[in-house]
């Protein structure tokens, strides 16, 4: 397990496996665009180790003043 401040500018894909981090992308992707939130997704993750774990996961959009979206809040 990593420390989350070791987490800052990681992708999906330099934490998860292939398919794992495609289907958050997937998730990510909507939320940008539908400018909605979605919550409580519950899914296996296989880690980099091979180990899998079970996470619980809400995203929300987040928008700067110009609101241009520039983020999730995981």
Known sequence: ?????????????????????ERCYEVDYQVITSNQAVTGIEREATMPTGNLKWCRVSKFPLKNKLVVHFSLLL
Do not use: Q
């Open 1 to 21: 397990d990593k420390d989350p401040a070791e987490l800052i500018g990681l992708r999906d894909s330099d934490i998860l496996d292939d398919v794992t981090a």
